[in-house]
């Protein structure tokens, strides 16, 4: 009983959020536009690191380092380094 109500859950919840992005007044649609918006006009594009351009989000790298604060790992591996400010960052 519990499986066919997780199930029917799950399929309400798809159909919601599928029907929220074809509504031009949810935050699902918003979010789907802006999104596209800072793609279009290459937002990540406009950030560096110490003069060295960084393809982050200013978001994304205060996460990153409090992820890298937090778990203080003894080694970082970066791949798909396309300027290197993200190098200098770590």
Same mark, same amino acid.
């Given at each position: 009983?519990?499986?066919?109500?997780?199930?029917?859950?799950?399929?309400? /919840?798809?159909?919601?959020?599928?029907?929220?992005?074809?509504?031009?007044?949810?935050?699902?649609?918003?979010?789907?536009?802006?999104?596209?918006?800072?793609?279009?006009?290459?937002?990540?594009?406009?950030?560096?690191?110490?003069?060295?351009?960084?393809?982050?989000?200013?978001?994304?790298?205060?996460?990153?380092?409090?992820?890298?604060?937090?778990?203080?790992?003894?080694?970082?591996?970066?791949?798909? /380094?396309?300027?290197?400010?993200?190098?200098?960052?770590?």
């Amino acid at each position: 009983m519990i499986n066919t109500e997780l199930k029917h859950l799950r399929y309400s /919840i798809i159909s919601q959020n599928s029907a929220d992005l074809a509504d031009e007044t949810s935050n699902a649609f918003s979010f789907r536009k802006l999104a596209g918006e800072l793609i279009l006009h290459k937002y990540a594009y406009q950030f560096d690191w110490l003069g060295r351009p960084i393809i982050q989000l200013p978001q994304d790298i205060v996460a990153f380092q409090e992820k890298v604060f937090s778990s203080r790992p003894d080694l970082i591996i970066e791949t798909g /380094i396309a300027h290197g400010g993200s190098l200098v960052l770590s």
